[in-house]
């Protein structure tokens, strides 16, 4: 159904669209260069002194960076003088540390060596001292020694005085005797070139058909002290062992030389006796 729209309606709408356009003219005739918001400010930006500032800007910024430079080529140059004497302190230091090297090993050596030394002289010391102890040991041993020898040879040289004294005793009383018997059995006692060996020399008559004398002898080892015992060393003309053995054997229980010289002269007789009758 169509809308019906009423006159006074429709005619109050145009009524205020030609009062808008009117008032849109009168706008269109108003001048924008007379109003204050269409006008700018005319800026003064002072470029001189712009100038100017930059200029003493760029001075100082240059002098600041001479400055600089000569800053770090003065640090650059003390850098590598210290560098320099670094190297050359590093260089004496690492020939002070070879010296030192050198020395200490020198050192330790000498040490070592000393070491050595001290030990083969301590090794030597305890040698000696086992060889000192070793002889005043032997010398106490040789001491003793010549105190038992000593005391034996006083021993012996005592009784050798008393036989001695005992010989000459009986030499003063066998005098006489020795001298008999030397008549009475054609014997002769001399001695035997050696300490107590007598030589006892026998003389008989010729025989039967001879001119000439015959002799027999015989060497006694005569002992040292009156406790020793005879022995006959030696005979000619060569007797009978056995024989021999009884005549000492009887020698050295009764220590009678009379019977000795009697029984050897019978002894030789009987020897030589048979010897002239296998001839």
């Known amino acids: 159904m169509p809308t019906t729209i009423s006159p006074p309606m429709f005619s109050t709408s145009q009524s205020d669209f030609r009062t808008s356009q ?13 109003s204050h918001l269409t006008q700018l400010p005319a800026p003064n930006f002072n470029f001189d002194d712009l100038r100017r500032r930059m200029n003493e800007f760029t001075t100082k910024f240059d002098a600041y960076i ?3 430079r000569r800053q770090v080529l003065s640090e650059r140059n003390s850098f590598r003088a210290r560098l320099s004497e670094l190297n050359e302190e590093q260089k004496s230091t690492s020939q002070q540390i070879h010296s030192l090297h050198s020395s200490l090993a020198s050192h330790n050596h000498i040490l070592g060596r000393e070491a050595r030394e001290k030990s ?24 003793s020694a010549i105190a038992s020898t000593q005391c034996a040879i006083d021993t012996k040289v ?21 001298q008999f018997w030397e008549t009475y059995l054609g014997t002769t006692i001399d001695g035997g070139g050696e300490d107590g060996l007598i030589r006892v020399t026998y003389t008989f008559a010729p025989a039967r058909g001879q001119q000439e004398e015959q002799q027999a002898m015989f060497e006694l080892q005569v002992p040292d002290s009156g406790n020793g015992g005879y022995e006959v060393v030696y005979a000619k ?20 030389i009379a019977m000795l010289l ?6 030789f007789q009987e020897t030589m006796g048979e010897r002239m009758i296998l001839r």
């Open 22 to 34: 009117a008032q849109s003219q009168q706008n269109a005739s108003f001048s924008y260069s007379e």
């Open 66 to 68: 001479e400055r600089g």
């Open 120 to 143: 083969e002289i301590q090794s030597q010391i305890t040698s000696l001292q086992s060889h000192a102890d070793s002889q005043r040991t032997h010398r106490d041993q040789i001491k």
């Open 158 to 178: 005592a009784a050798q005085k008393a036989y001695a004294e005992k010989l000459a005793t009986q030499s003063a009383l066998n005098g006489p005797e020795l």
């Open 237 to 256: 003309p060569r007797l009978e062992s056995e024989a021999i053995k009884k005549v000492v054997t009887r020698l050295n229980e009764c220590r009678d």
């Open 262 to 267: 009697k029984r050897m002269r019978m002894l």
